[in-house]
């Protein structure tokens, strides 16, 4: 593979992995070497992926797996500071939202930026997160309510 066929491949994907990263690592400079960490891979294994759908399934396992494993040796869970979010372009009427999901446990919030942000199904969430279809449902079903209730200003996450 090239340097244009890479400039290329990160041009397509890098949005996903990106905004998937920062969804489970609430946190910046983790996103970043997540985002690295998972291309560096791909370059490597590009060649054993079939087509889009195997190679959109494989970032976001890659994205997840890399993202379980930094934030367990670190032992952190931050959530996102609103001058972040400003920071990486979030528009003033989504930052409110924006910034809520990123409080969610992680969990939640991955399942709801795959499915809101990715427009994944449910059984492709549960495919990608090694979930039942079941858990997936019911992980999106509690992220909405804790979200309903933090936009509400009911609780704090």
């Not at 990106?18 to 791909?42: G, H, M, P, S």
């Not at 979010?85 to 399942?111: H, M, W």
Request: proline share 1%.
């Amino acid at each position: 593979m090239g340097c244009e066929e890479r400039t290329a491949a990160v041009e397509r994907w890098g949005g996903m992995v990106w905004k998937l990263a920062l969804a489970r690592t609430a946190n910046i400079d983790d996103a970043q070497d997540i985002f690295q960490e998972v291309f560096l891979r791909y370059f490597r294994n590009e060649h054993k992926l079939a087509d889009d759908e195997h190679t959109k399934a494989w970032l976001i396992r890659c994205t997840i797996n890399r993202a379980k494993s930094r934030m367990s040796s670190l032992m952190k869970n931050k959530a996102l500071p609103l001058e972040t979010a400003e920071r990486i372009g979030v528009e003033d009427d989504y930052r409110e939202v924006y910034c809520s999901v990123l409080a969610l446990p992680i969990k939640y919030r991955t399942v709801v930026h795959l499915y809101y942000y990715e427009q994944m199904s449910i059984e492709q969430i549960a495919a990608a997160t090694n979930c039942a279809q079941g858990t997936v449902k019911a992980q999106l079903s509690r992220a909405r309510a804790m979200l309903k209730k933090s936009l509400k200003g009911e609780i704090g996450l």
